[in-house]
């Protein structure tokens, strides 16, 4: 229970506050190193966090590598503001939610390639595996001013790793619960103007039955997943630089059907992923007060997916053949992004940016979907304040033209204050947001209704972040509120639906919502350089998340009004450091209408890593420490505890050694 996290949080709080004042192990503010991360994805220029004015929050490939997870959904379960649901094992889809909002409400971007559904919306977080991840920025609240549709909840942007020093090589090998082996490599480096960096590992479990054991079900669906990554660039005279960047993963997985009229154990049934995703970035200062960034980008993607041979409904064991309208299907869609943006720094307080982006998505299947089209043209300003390293602000405004719906218009305002003297930072914003309707909104047959017109957003929100203890202590907290119009849905019309569907339904803009709530989050060091405690921290996070449909008056389908996350972090000595995470997930309702209701679960995972040389590292993860029973989707089943164990291995390149 979330009672639990309360009296965990105060307990270990009040064990260690007398380290932060008393005695002679207190460490002094020399001691502490205090590092103030770099945020792009909130103003697309490099700001300190310290002047960021929006909520943000950033996972570096450390805090990734340390909890030797396997997918960056795994992380951001433990992100601020997030929900994120997987329907089943590995594999499973995976989708994320931000303060309220449906999953094809945010926004994800990889390497500058925007890779939600051309279909869908969402984009699946099941396949993308940490490996040459250098960093995860996400940023909470309405972001259609700087990044276009799709992005009224937030927006997450995952950067590959770039290669520094000399030329590196390392491997590493897994095993563990449900036959799970991982394996992969990864060389890295720099020599003269060229840096690289390239990943390939592979990923293969037994897995867990997708529809929950406990249910019934009795056939495991194996999961299967290849995965390359690369990054080169190429230093260039006047300072500019060359990226280009490519991942490409294949995700196979054995599918159950979790129908709430079965569910079914499905026998032979698959969905396969191949997904592409090619990016380049020329940067180039034009002169001492313009620079310029161009990015091109393509995300395509390949669905396959087969419904088997038979399936065994779990409630009543009787087998059935799969229904007639059930047929195989490929699925393929296709997304394209170039843009342009300027920067010019006015004065040593105001930088201007103004840029243009052309989008294009196509998506196509084999039940109907002949390829269509989907494009846009945008372009966007925004102005950028800094009064004294004390006084933040931003303005900006965007305008999108769709060969489908028309235009869109958004805005964005953001302000914050740091008083230096407290270390306190007060910020605030105010958004206006759109999601464009999706190829299966405009055309999916006896679906589609091309009058669909996008879904719009207000966001609100204001926040105070707190440093204490000479940089030992971070407190962050905060209210947020947004309202969402024209949202897509089923429309059961059969006046309006007559020309799109013969069923009497299609899409169309059917409700109102809004959501509402407050953040938390405390980050404290509370040891370090003491016998047996090289470093003990804490951090924490919660949310309280109110959502209400306006046209029903009932809460939004899966979100919960609870959640809330806790890691310890324990490095006794240099070369042993061990991580505890805690997650809560409160109530909620499955569907729609406060249909479904599904109780709330509590998760612990543990990780330790022990490092024998400079070379060589030995790891354990335990998930779901305490074997807790839950279901994040009803039906689907989660895996009990499961414990993984490994090694790494890293060695010097004997070429251009010594080459920074």
């Not at 698959?270 to 990016?279: D, G, L, M, R, T």
């Not at 000595?573 to 909620?588: E, K, Q």
Request: aromatic share 12%.
């Amino acid at each position: 229970m979330f009672h639990h996290f309360v009296i965990i949080f105060f307990l270990l709080y009040i064990l260690f506050f007398p380290a932060f004042s008393f005695g002679e192990s207190d460490t002094t503010a020399s001691d502490v190193q205090v590092l103030d991360p770099v945020i792009v994805s909130a103003t697309k220029t490099p700001v300190p966090l310290r002047q960021v004015t929006s909520a943000v929050e950033v996972w570096t490939e450390e805090d990734l590598q340390q909890r030797q997870i396997k997918t960056v959904g795994e992380a951001l379960r433990l992100s601020q503001g997030a929900a994120v649901f997987q329907n089943g094992g590995p594999g499973g889809s995976t989708t994320v939610r931000i303060r309220g909002g449906s999953s094809n409400q945010t926004l994800v971007l990889i390497d500058g390639a925007i890779v939600n559904s051309s279909t869908l919306g969402s984009f699946n977080f099941a396949h993308l595996t940490i490996d040459n991840i250098e960093k995860v920025e996400i940023v909470r609240g309405a972001q259609s001013t700087l990044w276009g549709a799709d992005a009224l909840g937030g927006v997450i942007n995952i950067t590959t790793k770039r290669g520094k020093g000399s030329p590196k090589a390392g491997a590493f090998f897994e095993y563990g619960s449900f036959n799970t082996l991982r394996e992969g490599g990864h060389v890295s480096g720099s020599k003269g103007p060229f840096d690289f960096s390239f990943a390939l590992s592979r990923w293969d479990t037994t897995g867990i039955s997708a529809v929950n054991d406990r249910r019934g079900a009795n056939e495991r669906d194996a999961y299967r997943n290849w995965q390359a990554s690369s990054r080169l660039g190429v230093a260039l005279p006047s300072e500019g630089r060359l990226d280009f960047n490519f991942r490409w993963w294949n995700g196979s997985r054995d599918i159950d059907n979790g129908s709430r009229f079965g569910p079914y154990d499905v026998f032979n049934a698959k969905s396969q992923s191949k997904q592409f995703i090619f990016s380049g970035t020329y940067q180039q200062p034009l002169t001492d007060w313009w620079d310029h960034v161009l990015t091109l980008s393509r995300a395509q993607e390949t669905g396959l997916y087969d419904p088997g041979t038979s399936r065994r409904n779990v409630s009543t064991g009787a087998v059935e053949p799969i229904p007639s309208w059930d047929t195989p299907n490929e699925i393929r869609v296709l997304a394209n992004r170039i843009e342009s943006q300027h920067d010019f720094r006015l004065n040593q307080y105001v930088i201007v940016t103004a840029g243009y982006q052309f989008r294009e998505q196509l998506g196509e299947n084999e039940s109907g979907i002949s390829e269509k089209i989907l494009s846009s043209h945008a372009g966007f300003g925004q102005m950028q304040l800094n009064l004294f390293d004390r006084f933040f602000a931003t303005a900006g405004v965007r305008h999108d033209s769709y060969n489908t719906f028309g235009d869109a218009t958004t805005y964005r305002i953001t302000g914050g204050y740091l008083v230096k003297e407290t270390n306190t930072k007060i910020r605030g914003s105010y958004a206006t947001g759109f999601r464009a309707p999706t190829i299966n909104d405009l055309f999916w047959p006896n679906y589609g209704n091309p009058n669909v017109q996008p879904e719009k957003s207000q966001s609100f929100d204001v926040g105070v972040d707190q440093t204490l203890l000479a940089g030992r202590m971070t407190i962050s907290g905060g209210y947020f509120w947004n309202r969402y119009r024209n949202l897509i849905g089923v429309l059961y019309d059969e006046t309006i639906c007559a020309p799109f569907s013969s069923f009497g339904s299609c899409a169309g803009n059917v409700a109102s919502a809004k959501s509402q709530g407050w953040e938390g989050q405390v980050n404290i060091v509370m040891l370090q350089e003491q016998p047996w405690v090289k470093r003990l921290e804490l951090k924490g996070q919660y949310t309280a998340t109110l959502t209400r449909d306006l046209m029903t008056n009932t809460r939004a389908p899966r979100w919960p009004v609870d959640q809330a996350s806790l890691s310890l972090y324990y490095q006794p000595i240099d070369s042993l450091n061990m991580i505890l995470d805690f997650r809560y997930v409160g109530a909620r309702f499955n569907r729609s209408m406060d249909r479904d209701r599904m109780g709330s679960f509590e998760v612990v995972n543990l990780s330790a890593n022990y490092n024998f040389s400079d070379r060589f590292q030995a790891y354990v993860r335990v998930d779901n420490l305490f074997d807790e029973a839950y279901e994040e989707i009803l039906n689907y089943g989660t895996p009990g505890r499961s414990v993984f164990g490994g090694i790494r291995a890293n060695f010097d390149l004997p070429f251009g050694a010594g080459v920074k």
